[in-house]
């Protein structure tokens, strides 16, 4: 048995309705983004943020908070209940820090500062989005001093997402990729190996027969469609979970340029196969969920990029492209290798190739940090965004539209996020070193034994759920926490070195 203590067993008891309240507002959401009718919005809305409430209004109960601090007092608890026991803590003190008038003007702000995004966004207009980034950032701040905070305001935000992550941290790792990418980029761009650009980019493919494609791609990979998972299409793909037996993905169809909808699938594979691999034993538990943003975006970046752009995967999946989408035929597996490998300076981030992408998130974190502290005017931000990408990239946006308003987080109150897709991308390319070592994974791929690699992932990282922090967990499974030299390493390797 996993949970002995019974007064841990107690505490497990009480939370299975905090779970299942979860659960549902979980199936909400997928339904929401995928067959729910346009007009159902606003009865969702409200009946989610009444089920948030109420799982709050458990979490913060006299007798769970009780038992949970009786539990920290113990000392012989092993590893699993620690780990109830910390995550219930953490959850119950961000609970109780923030005052109720925070929660409520954030949630309120957020949801005008979306649409009002949107419509700038669709407008080019940064005037109309202003005051509500000024008023994000301000609750934010607000936030971060309610949270508390010892070195830099930021540390109360980044730690939301990623626990225990810190300013100083972010810095260290991302002055290092500044550096080291810069030169990575220019030599890539300059050697021309790898295309700007790739005539795939522009032709059309069928969606049923993408449809196909994207479900063999799966099959090849083990997802268990049907039994434990599904595939649906959304706006923005996403990745969600009921527990560990119902976890779901989703991908969208632009009809053109097939790698967009097909490495969203890989991607929110990634992120599934974590939680699919989730020790049953910690089902409807606080610790029945992967562990931290970074630590996710890891296992998705992982199979996206670390496989699904290798050349042992694109060699697998030729047969299947061939077979349904005609125009492949004109293309050798070299030739796709190029298609899902180009690389170039460009605006958007969710657009960005491997070796620029990090250099997008540098910019925000940069500017998030000095609009944090006031440093920096949010009037001035978009000038400086744009300064940013011109000294960094090469590249000048044009519009708001292709610069400081492309993306939803910050309209969304997601200040601090940001830097975990780059941990994501860190914990990856440490992931594949510590895989060649062990199982010599470039043959496994080659071999499609993804059994192999899965339980690689399932043995190390992904049974323990959120047992132990990110930083604990990363050195038991792959000796490191964040190291960014290991994908300076893959990057060189793969762009640099490789015939
Ligand atoms: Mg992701």
Redo the contacts with the bound molecule.
Sequence with gaps: MVFENPLIKDILEKYRVIWALGHAMALMGWDSETYMPREGVKDRAVARAELALLQQQLLLKPELVELVEKADKIENLNDYEKGVVRVLKRSIRIAKALPPWLVAERAKVTQEAMVVWREAKARNNFELFKPYLEKIFDLSRKTADYLGWEKHPYDALLDLYEEGLKTEDVDKILGFLKNNLKQIIDKVLSEGRFPREHPLEKIQYDVRKMELVNQKILEILNYPMGTRGRLDTSAHPF?IDMGINDVRITTRYEGVDFKRTMFSVI??FG?ALYQLQIDPSLAYTPIGEGVSLGV??GQ??FWENIIGRSREFVELIYPVLREHLDFIKQYTPDDLYYYFNTVKPSFIRVDADEVTYNIHILLRTELEKQALTGEVKIPDLPELWNDYMEKLLGIKPRTYSEGILQDIHWSMGSIGYFPT?TL?NIIAASMRYAMENEIKLKEKIANSEFKIIQDWQRSKIHRYGSTYPPKVLLRKAIGVDYEPEHLIKYLSEKYLSAP
């Design positions: 990745t991607h929110e992120h996710h975006e998705s970046r897709y994501g």
